[in-house]
């Protein structure tokens, strides 16, 4: 062996300073994500976090893990990686609040098969930017570089979000005949339903670049709007009171999210004309020849987020949600029966 070149990891693929130049950059991004609570950095073997600080006496810890679907698919292609991030941290902060939770706290795992630091950055920049918007800190991650798994350019991601809340006041709980339903608007397709969208595209013969038929930027740009982050108005609505439920509108659609937060015996009716069709979802159904109730077991068909209200509380809960800067649509009320009934017409 005498005089031979000894193989080294990054002989195999696997760059060890380069993971170490990732970390030294995202360290700034990651430090504006800080809030109460937040004990350590980034590089640890494990982040620590205390709920005392963070001004909990009694807590109940709520977990939820999730990722962006085959929309990476997208943004691999155009190469446009600084929202994706942001998409990560929606569906997971999302979900968690719709428990009652306030997230807390934030970590990612990013998968790829060649480290590039600069495209790394770019996107734990965007978790880091989620993070910031809806008020929980970035303190770990896992970064793996994992030749042979991934093509060149390709990577994948992971978000875990963990939140809390004081006991006893977990969501959903006191639904009732009755109870107003709110939409809150969607900021477009968010993070499902990419498979379809993207056989759609192809189907339609456009490329990315190609300027959308349904807004003003191109397709990829237009495909690529970041997952509309609810957390702060929908904490701000539970804090003033009269907020039974919370349903997150995501793979399923309205078909199927909202009867997740009813109790048995109980359904919805909805009012379609309540709002209008985002034209991106007009455009999807009519490249495809989609019927109205797979658009809405598919899509979130322009209502991303929906608060089961108490009637009396209602009013004061839409003047909440709008000073937040959410667009709310009072689209029915909860009813007996199973399910979800639609009257009206989107399409």
């Known amino acids: 062996m005498t005089g031979r070149k000894g193989l080294t990891y990054a002989d195999a693929g696997v760059d060890i300073d380069a993971g170490n130049r990732l970390v030294e950059r995202i360290k700034p991004a990651a430090g504006r994500t800080a809030r109460p609570g937040t004990m350590s950095g980034l590089g640890g073997f494990g982040a620590l976090f205390d709920l005392k600080a963070a001004g909990y006496r009694d807590p109940v810890l709520v977990a939820a893990t999730d990722g962006v679907g085959t929309k990476l698919r997208i943004a691999i292609d155009t190469g446009n990686l600084d929202t994706i991030g942001i998409d990560l941290v929606a569906m997971c902060v999302n979900d968690l609040v719709c428990q009652g939770a306030e997230p807390l706290f934030f970590l990612d795992y990013f998968a790829t098969g060649r480290l590039e630091v600069e495209a790394a950055a770019r996107i734990i920049e965007g978790i880091a930017q989620g993070c910031a918007q809806s008020g929980c800190a970035l303190i770990g991650g896992e970064t793996a570089e994992m030749p042979g798994m991934y093509q060149p350019g390709d990577f994948d991601l992971a978000g875990f979000a963990v939140g809390a809340m004081e006991r006893g006041t977990e969501l959903p709980a006191g639904v009732v005949e009755g109870d107003v339903l709110l939409g809150l608007a969607s900021n477009g397709v968010h993070s499902n339903g990419y498979s379809f969208v993207r056989k759609v595209v192809e189907m339609s013969g456009l490329g990315w670049a190609a300027r959308a038929p349904f807004g003003t930027a191109s397709l990829g740009e237009e495909l690529l709007a970041p997952t509309r982050l609810y957390v702060r108005p929908a904490l701000a609505a539970i804090r003033l009171g009269g907020v039974h439920a919370l ?24 009012d379609l004309d309540a709002w ?3 034209p991106v979802f007009a455009w999807l159904a009519g490249q495809a020849g989609m019927a109205e109730a797979e658009l809405l077991k598919t899509f979130n068909a322009g209502i991303g987020m929906v608060l089961v209200a108490d009637p009396e509380r209602a009013d004061d809960l839409r003047l909440t949600l709008e000073a937040e800067g959410e667009r709310v649509h009072r689209i029915g009320e909860v009813i007996k029966g199973q399910g979800v009934a639609y009257r009206g017409r989107l399409l």
């Open 276 to 278: 209008e069709l985002p």
């Open 247 to 270: 349903a997150h509108v995501t793979g399923g659609g309205l078909t199927e999210n909202l009867p997740r937060v009813l109790p048995a015996g109980l359904g919805a009716e909805i």
